[in-house]
């Protein structure tokens, strides 16, 4: 009977994870290849681009939470959708084939990349002397993140980053 229920729960496990597209788990929040913001008409996207994307939606995770549990900042879906509208829409012509020309992309950028909403609303709640990147440097170093193997590595030196597997 103990065999039988071993190969059971084997079984089950192995079917789980069968044909999983499970690309990462971010403090617990597993994202699939649908979540990372990349599109293509081709069948392949480098590994550099798709790990890039990879990155921003890891950072993107990590801060909005971090944002919302440490300072209670939240986002206007109307603000996000206008700001990340603006964005794609500037988009050069020529950069049109690029993969992360995306509305999914850009909703990204708009809270958490360089000119992101986000930073506006925590600059003025860090504690003094505290600089916008080491604090979300901290966040990503406490934060705990599983990748696939398949895609790469987190690693947080020299800075927290999915890296090539």
């Keep these: 009977m103990k065999k039988i229920l071993i190969a059971l729960v084997a079984t089950l496990a192995l079917g789980a994870c ?11 929040v597993t994202l699939d290849l649908d979540d990372i ?12 681009t798709f790990r890039n994307a990879l990155n921003w939606v890891i950072r993107d995770q990590v801060l909005t939470a971090a944002a919302e549990d440490e300072f209670g900042i939240t986002f206007s879906e109307a603000e996000l959708n206008d700001r990340a509208a603006l964005g794609l829409s500037s988009v050069n012509p ?16 708009a809270r958490v990349g360089r000119d992101g ?14 600089s916008q990147n080491e604090w979300a440097i901290e966040k990503l170093n ?6 696939n193997a398949r895609y790469g590595e987190w690693r947080v030196n020299p800075e927290p980053l999915v890296y090539e597997p």
């Design 117 to 130: 909403l986000m930073w506006e609303q925590v600059d003025p709640l860090l504690p003094e002397g505290m």
């Design 94 to 109: 020529a950069e049109q084939d690029d993969p992360r020309a995306n509305l999914g992309y850009f909703l990204v950028q």
């Design 18 to 28: 069968a044909g999983s597209n499970a690309v990462v788990t971010v403090d617990g």
């Design 142 to 147: 406490a934060a705990d993140v599983e990748v």
């Design 37 to 48: 913001p990349v599109t293509s008409d081709s069948s392949t996207i480098d590994d550099d």
